[in-house]
């Protein structure tokens, strides 16, 4: 998973590696980052790690937005977590 703007500066890191079922969904995702790094819970993340804050959203592989569907991934795959708030 890789994190952009204000989660990668909360974070302290660009990425991380995730163990996430093929079949996961976005609250699946969630969880795990949640796991993973704790200090985006409330900022990033729903403070109980169920979601993402509205201000975020998930793509995989630069290519396809995340909804609350299950992915179907594949090894290899990324997961990108930006702001969907984009400044001009």
């Known amino acids: 998973m890789e994190l ?3 989660a990668r500066m909360i974070a302290g890191r660009r990425e991380f590696g995730l163990s996430i079922p093929r079949n996961a969904d976005s609250q699946d995702i969630a969880r795990a980052l949640a796991s993973a790094c704790p200090p985006l819970l409330g900022s990033v993340l729903l403070s109980d790690g169920s979601g993402l804050l509205d201000s975020y959203t998930l793509n995989v592989n630069g290519t396809a937005f995340v909804s609350e569907a299950p992915l179907d ?11 969907s708030q984009a400044g001009g």
Do not use: V, Y
């Open 4 to 6: 952009f703007g204000l």
């Open 73 to 83: 991934l594949a090894p290899g795959d990324s997961i990108l977590l930006f702001s």
